[in-house]
């Protein structure tokens, strides 16, 4: 089956496109990188509630998707003859891209991949590869990879404009990372703190100050950070960490072959096979300095089917 490029961009667009880029069925190489002691109180911002976009985002844990996973995400970039891109340039393999286009395409979808190095994305030309685009994917990988690509582009200005006007914006592992606006990167500055691990396998053994890295992600879920492979993989103290460190935000896990979509209105509501894990530390009491402690921090478990108010703070179970 061809994609249609022409449903993508304007036709004389498309000329230009594929005459500058060598994109058609996708591919213009892998990424380039650019060039004390008392307790204090959080204030509840008023965050992730207050957005001004149209769209909804589709965060997957990463692992195997249940087929209501994909199918949610074609359905919400409005069903048969869903206009979508998927970016697959967090994955160093080549087959990551056709093969979610051709499960896109199984459900009705118009899909294409385009895989993009930095130099490409800097080109206004490219950002018009979305125009009127209903769904955006980013696949599975090192979110790093997504970042040095996309981050202060054209391309990464028209994703936010397409979700503004009302697309779904969707993504899985690293796809999910970038979805905040502070990213966890997966890299740990002191692993085991006073007592390094004999392993170098073993991650996250501590809660501790300055040990998470992040950097800028794509910002498109704010005031919040996102885990993902949260329960399969143990993260609970890299996140309980990013929780305390940074109680403005709120910071959730999504476990494997699990979702949360989050609405227009600001609400969350998990899909999937397992749960998501919110740490709300927005009213906590934490210390400033030394050990990283807290008091009246707030966890929610959310299984498939729950909501989450990140206005209120709120929970509902199913």
């Not at 790093?144 to 391309?155: E, H, S």
């Amino acid at each position: 089956m061809r994609t249609r490029l022409s449903a993508l961009a304007p036709r004389t667009v498309r000329g230009l496109l594929l005459a500058a880029l060598p994109l058609s069925l996708a591919t213009l190489g892998g990424c380039a990188a650019p060039g004390g002691s008392g307790a204090v109180t959080a204030s509840a911002p008023a965050p992730a509630a207050a957005r001004q976009a149209a769209g909804t985002l589709l965060i997957v844990g990463g692992g195997p998707a249940p087929a209501e996973i994909p199918r949610r995400f074609v359905e919400l970039a409005g069903g048969a003859g869903a206009r979508i891109v998927v970016f697959p340039m967090a994955s160093a393999d080549s087959g990551t891209g056709p093969e979610k286009v051709a499960e896109l395409r199984a459900l009705g979808a118009d899909a294409v991949s385009v895989a993009l190095t930095r130099d490409a994305a800097l080109r206004e030309e490219s950002a018009r590869l979305l125009d009127g685009a209903t769904g955006i994917w980013f696949s599975g990988g090192d979110q790093n990879r997504l970042t040095r690509a996309l981050a202060g582009t054209p391309v990464e200005r028209a994703i936010h404009a397409r979700y503004r006007a009302g697309a779904v914006v969707g993504g899985t592992s690293a796809g999910a990372a970038v979805m905040s606006a502070r990213m966890i990167t997966g890299d740990e500055r002191h692993p085991g703190g006073a007592r390094p691990p004999r392993d170098s396998s073993d991650a996250w053994m501590t809660i501790a100050r300055d040990n998470v890295v992040t950097a800028p992600g794509f910002g498109l879920l704010p005031g919040v950070v996102v885990d993902q492979h949260f329960l399969r993989r143990k993260r609970h103290n890299r996140l309980l960490s990013l929780a305390l460190e940074l109680p403005e935000r709120l910071a959730v896990g999504i476990d494997e072959s699990t979702a949360i979509e989050v609405g227009p209105d600001g609400r969350w509501r998990v899909i999937g096979a397992s749960s998501a894990v919110v740490l709300d530390a927005r009213r906590a009491r934490v210390t400033p300095a030394g050990a990283l402690a807290a008091t009246e921090v707030r966890l929610h478990v959310l299984p498939a089917g729950a909501t989450f108010d990140p206005a209120t703070g709120q929970a509902t179970l199913p």
